[in-house]
C-alpha cells in the first residue's frame, strides 16, 4: 500500500452526529463520505485531509485508516496490524501509541487489544528497517486508533492530535458549555444561513454565536489549533501545509458585525463570553447582552429568524421545576419573535416536548446524541 495518493481516512464526531460530519466532508472535499460504524469514511489526497483539520466544524479527528480486516482473535488482530508498510509513515527515530476501542462481545479487553497492536507494529517495522520504534504512552510522537466492533478491526493513525472542539477561543469554560462541534452541528441542523439572523437566549460563555460568527466569516479554527499530529507525519510536506495555510488564511473575511446576538441572565457568563469572543478575533462581530431569557420580549428590541440555544439542563444547571422554565421560555420566545424557528438541545427530550407543544409550538425534529455518555437530544420546533 502506497501513502502519497488517493488515501482512506476517516473522521469521527459526536455519536449522533455521523450525517452532519458527513457533509461537511463532500462539501469542503468534494468527496463522497460514508458513514459507517460511527465514523465518516471517505477517500482523498493528504491535502485534503490537511484541509479538513484546518477547516473542519463538525469533526473531532481525522484518521488515516491504515489497515481495515475481519478479525476475530487477537492473533487475528495482529494479522491485519502487521500487514501495512508503516515505513512511509512514521520516521525511524519517532514514539508511537496505540491507543484502543471494543464493541462487542470479546473474551478479550481493549487493552489487549492495544497492547498486540503495538506489537504487531513493532515487528513489522524492525522487519522492514531494523529498527525498533519507540513505545510512548505519554506524548507520542504518532498515535494509532485500534477499533475492534463486533470482527470488523480497523487500524486508524491520528493525524489530528486532540479533537478539534478544542477551540482555540475557549479561554472561559461554563460549567455547562457545548462542544463547539455540537454547537456548529445544530447550526447545521437549524438550516441556519449566514444572511439570517441568530439569537441564542442562553448563550453562556457564547459558545453558539461564536460558532455561528466563525463560520458566518469563513474562518478556518484548525488553522488556530496548536501542534496538529499532521505536521509530524511523514506524509504531509512542509510544502502542503504551509501553502495550504497561506491559502485559506487568504480566505477568511475581515471580523464585522453580524446579525447574532447572545443573552444570558449571568453577568459571569457574560463577561465570559466576552472574553471568548475577544479571545476569537470576534468583539463587536456579535451582540452580547444581559437578560431573563423568561421575558425576552423586554429585552429585545429587533427579530431573530433563528433561535438556537442550549437552556439550562435539568440535572446539571439545578432545575427545579424544569416543565414550567421550558415553558415559560418558550412562550417568552412566541412573544418576543414570532415566526422564528426553535433549535435547541435538552436532557429531558420527553418535558421538553411537552412545554412546547403546550404553548403551541410544532416539533419537527428530535435526534439523539451522546455528549460522552450522557445522552442529549436535540429538538427541533416551529411555531
Ligand atoms: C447550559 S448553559 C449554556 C452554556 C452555553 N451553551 C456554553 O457553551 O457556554 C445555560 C445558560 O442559561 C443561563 N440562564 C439560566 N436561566 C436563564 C434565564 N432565565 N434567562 C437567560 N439565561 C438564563 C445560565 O446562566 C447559563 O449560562
Known amino acids: 500500500m502506497g501513502f502519497r495518493d488517493a488515501l482512506k481516512f476517516f473522521a469521527t464526531c459526536v455519536t449522533g452526529l455521523e450525517d452532519i460530519a458527513a457533509a461537511e466532508v463532500s462539501r469542503l472535499l468534494g468527496v463522497e463520505a460514508i458513514v459507517d460504524v460511527s465514523k465518516v469514511f471517505f477517500e482523498t489526497e493528504p491535502e485534503g485531509c490537511a484541509l479538513l483539520n484546518y477547516s473542519a466544524k463538525s469533526v473531532n479527528k481525522v484518521y488515516l485508516l491504515v489497515a481495515r480486516g475481519e478479525a476475530r482473535s487477537l492473533a487475528e488482530i495482529e494479522g491485519v496490524a502487521a500487514s501495512p508498510n508503516l515505513v512511509e509513515l512514521i520516521d525511524r527515530g519517532q514514539s508511537f501509541a496505540v491507543r484502543a476501542e471494543r464493541h462487542g462481545r470479546h473474551d478479550f479487553t481493549s487493552l489487549d487489544i492495544a497492547a498486540v497492536v503495538g506489537e504487531a507494529i513493532i515487528e513489522s517495522y524492525r522487519n522492514a528497517t531494523g529498527v525498533r520504534l519507540r513505545v510512548d504512552l505519554n506524548n507520542p510522537d504518532v498515535e494509532f486508533l485500534a477499533i475492534l466492533r463486533d470482527s470488523d478491526f480497523i487500524l486508524g493513525l491520528n493525524t489530528t492530535g486532540l479533537s478539534l472542539h478544542h477551540r482555540y477561543y475557549r479561554v472561559r469554560h461554563h460549567r455547562a458549555g457545548l462542544s463547539p462541534t455540537v454547537a456548529h452541528s445544530m447550526l447545521m441542523i437549524a438550516g441556519w444561513q449566514p444572511s439570517e439572523s441568530l439569537l441564542d437566549p442562553f448563550c453562556g460563555s457564547g459558545t453558539i454565536p461564536i460558532e455561528a460568527a466563525i463560520h458566518a466569516l469563513n474562518i478556518h479554527p484548525g488553522l488556530r489549533m496548536k501542534n496538529l499530529a499532521m505536521t509530524r507525519l511523514r506524509i504531509f510536506s512542509h510544502e502542503i501545509l504551509s501553502g495550504l495555510r497561506e491559502r485559506l488564511m487568504g480566505e477568511e473575511e475581515a471580523p464585522r458585525p453580524l446579525d447574532i446576538a447572545g443573552m444570558d441572565a449571568s453577568p459571569k457568563a457574560l463577561s465570559d463570553a466576552e472574553t471568548n469572543l ?90 439523539r446524541i451522546m455528549l460522552g455518555s450522557i445522552a442529549g437530544h436535540i429538538i427541533t420546533a416551529e411555531q
Do not use: H, Q
Not at 435539568?314 to 414550567?324: A, E, I, K, N, T
Open 278 to 367: 475577544e479571545r476569537a478575533g470576534l468583539k463587536g462581530c456579535v451582540n452580547l447582552s444581559a437578560g431573563d431569557a423568561l421575558v425576552l420580549e423586554k429585552f429585545i428590541k429587533k427579530p431573530y429568524s433563528k433561535i438556537v440555544c442550549n437552556p439550562p439542563f435539568g440535572v446539571r444547571m439545578g432545575l427545579r421545576d424544569p416543565y414550567s422554565f421550558y415553558t415559560k421560555a418558550f412562550m417568552s420566545m412566541r412573544r418576543a419573535l414570532p415566526g422564528a424557528s426553535l433549535t435547541l438541545i435538552a436532557s429531558k427530550p420527553v418535558v421538553v416536548t411537552r412545554a412546547l407543544e403546550d404553548v403551541g409550538w410544532t416539533v419537527t425534529g428530535d435526534r
